[in-house]
Each structure stands twice: as structure tokens, then as C-alpha cells.
């Protein structure tokens, strides 16, 4: 996860410019979209009944639970009208419309 230092001047950095908060707004709302999605493939999976006719092989788990998050993170990033998009505008209408003054 990418830290917030520079947002609205927040961690003590210089204050970001208006194109820099606007991205990282955008970049932490897809971020929060993975997490959303890579929790529902967790629990999508554990719906699925295990008849216990196959082992599973060492490993196999984390190897799913990494893949999920990979497959959740690239779907956050590629969705053009998903939750992070939706979360962005609505985040983004308070954003400043330039870096000098405070949006109430």
C-alpha cells in the first residue's frame, strides 16, 4: 500500500500539487477496490465444497491466496466503471480544484 504523506499537506512533506493528490486519491481507491475484490474471491473459494478426493499439495494455499490478490489487484486497475472509480469521483468532487485553496 502507498503511504498518504502529501495529501492535503498531511505527514509533515511539502503539500502536494492539485495532479498529485487527484492521483494518489485515484491510486488509493483502486487499492481499496483490490482489497474489496481479493476478499470476495477469498470467500467465493471457501463456498466451494472440498470432497477431499484430491490432496492439496504443500503450499497450494498460499499460492491461491497470492494469486488471488494478484488477480484481485490487476481487475481493481483494469475496471473503468467499479468500485474504485466510483469511490475516486466521489472523493475527487472534494479535492481542491487547484493546490492553493481548501475544498469544505
Do not use: W
Amino acid at each position: 500500500m502507498t503511504p498518504v504523506g502529501g495529501i492535503g499537506g498531511l505527514g509533515g512533506g511539502v503539500p502536494a500539487s492539485a495532479t498529485d493528490t487527484r492521483a494518489k486519491v485515484h491510486q488509493l481507491a483502486h487499492d481499496l477496490e483490490g482489497v474489496f475484490l481479493n476478499q470476495l474471491f477469498q470467500v467465493m473459494r471457501q463456498s466451494v465444497p472440498q470432497d477431499g478426493a484430491i490432496d492439496t499439495a504443500p503450499g497450494q494455499e498460499m499460492f491461491t491466496q497470492l494469486f488471488d490478490e494478484r488477480i484481485a489487484n490487476e481487475a481493481s486497475r483494469r475496471m473503468t466503471h467499479g468500485l474504485g472509480e466510483a469511490l475516486y469521483r466521489q472523493l475527487a468532487a472534494r479535492l481542491p480544484a487547484d493546490g492553493t485553496t481548501e475544498a469544505r
